[in-house]
């Protein structure tokens, strides 16, 4: 129980120290004009540098990655399955499945996986 507790609270002061040292060293200085502005041969640039972002493309993306990390949950059941009890393993498989086709209903109702308007 001590180790546990000693282990807990300096873990806690630790990722204390980590988090105000990453907020003091990434304090950005006011900077000029010229500082901030892209460099274009040294003239004043003729456009934005900051090109526009397609944030349908970004949520298909993100959606993406979502249900490639769930497939990737899904396959370690599957050496499972030998060493398990057959009842509890179809239940859990299925409830993981049933709320995968509840947020891919979900996405398709909201219209976020319609590529053209």
């Given amino acids: 129980m001590l180790i546990t507790s000693t282990i807990t609270i300096f873990t806690f002061i630790l990722s204390i120290i980590l988090m105000s040292l990453s907020l003091i060293l990434s304090k950005k200085s006011l900077l000029d004009r010229e500082k901030i502005s892209p460099f274009e041969c040294g003239f004043d640039p003729k456009s934005s540098a900051r090109l526009p972002f397609s944030l349908r493309f970004f949520l298909i993306a993100v959606i993406f990655l979502i249900f490639d990390v769930e497939i ?46």
Avoid at 80 to 106: A, D, K, R, V
Wanted: no cysteine; charged share 5%; proline share 4%.
């Fill in 72 to 117: 990737a949950l899904i396959m370690p059941a599957m050496i499972i399955q030998m060493s398990s009890n057959p009842l509890y393993w179809i239940f859990t498989l299925m409830f993981f499945i049933l709320i995968l086709l509840l947020g891919l209903y979900h996405e398709w109702n909201q219209g976020a996986l319609q590529w053209a308007e």
